[in-house]
């Protein structure tokens, strides 16, 4: 089945960095793009970033775009993002979902999604 | 990019029919078929309902229904029962991006 795990969040101070990785099983990896989307405590969700299936082509939401960087490794089916200068407003849960169809990128149609790892910033 | 617009909340008796709203500009909702509608329990991650405005994934019931007319897509949840109570977000493509509603606390009195 499809089952995607991310992993790397963490209490960090303003300004950090922090690296949080998705692993996916249970699909093709290579075929489908998958996305960040980050939720707030108590808030509602913002998408945050898309790297293309292929690795070709990537997508952020301006509230982080020159900030994070979203990358993937199709020979390890992993999904990263790279969070730089973070600020309390970046404090959320961060999910990696997964577009429900093959070879396609900025399509909101998220199919499955992970449990979520949760970024603290806080001095 | 300013969220799209829904509703906080709504509300309605078991049985009954409820909408909730999500309304944007013609460079998002009005301007494509990209809607998509999401429900969420607390403490649980969001489940797809309803894509590309009124696409039903496999193994959604039937009493959810989405449309769109002009820059406002909506959900319709008819039949309503107490498991319906949830939070539902509606998001869209606007070309270069995606943007999710504010969401929406359903609530079965």
């Known amino acids: 089945q499809v089952q995607l795990v991310e992993s790397g969040g963490g209490v960090v101070q303003p300004g950090t960095s922090l690296k949080l990785s998705c692993s996916a099983s249970?699909?093709?990896?290579?075929?489908?793009?998958l996305h960040w989307v980050r939720q707030a405590p108590g808030k509602g969700l913002e998408w945050v970033a898309v790297?293309?299936?292929?690795?070709?082509?990537?997508y952020y939401a301006d509230s982080v775009r020159g900030r994070f960087f979203v990358s993937r490794d199709n020979s390890k089916n992993t999904l990263y993002l790279q969070l730089n200068n973070l600020t309390n407003d970046d404090m959320a849960l961060y999910y990696c979902?997964?577009?429900?169809?093959?070879?396609?990128?900025?399509?909101?149609?998220?199919?499955?999604w992970g449990q979520g790892t949760l970024v603290t910033v806080s001095s | 990019q300013s969220a799209l617009t829904q509703p906080p909340s709504a509300s309605g008796f078991p049985g009954q029919s409820v909408t909730i709203s999500c309304t944007g500009s013609?460079?998002?909702?009005?301007?494509?078929?990209?809607v998509s509608w999401y429900q969420q329990f607390p403490g649980r991650a969001p489940k797809l309902i309803i894509y590309?405005?009124?696409q039903r994934p496999s193994g959604v019931p039937g009493r959810f229904f989405g449309s769109k007319s002009g820059n406002t897509a909506t959900l319709t949840v008819s039949a309503l029962q107490a498991e319906d109570e949830a939070d539902y977000f509606c998001?869209?493509?606007?070309?270069?991006?995606?943007?999710f509603g504010g969401g929406t606390k359903l609530t079965v009195l």
């Open positions: 013609s460079s998002d909702v009005g301007g494509y078929n990209y």
């Open positions: 998001n869209s493509y606007t070309g270069k991006s995606l943007l």
């Open positions: 590309e405005v009124n």
């Open positions: 790297m293309s299936y292929d690795g070709s082509g990537t």
């Open positions: 979902v997964r577009v429900h169809r093959e070879r396609k990128v900025l399509l909101p149609n998220f199919d499955y």
């Open positions: 249970g699909f093709a990896f290579s075929r489908y793009s």
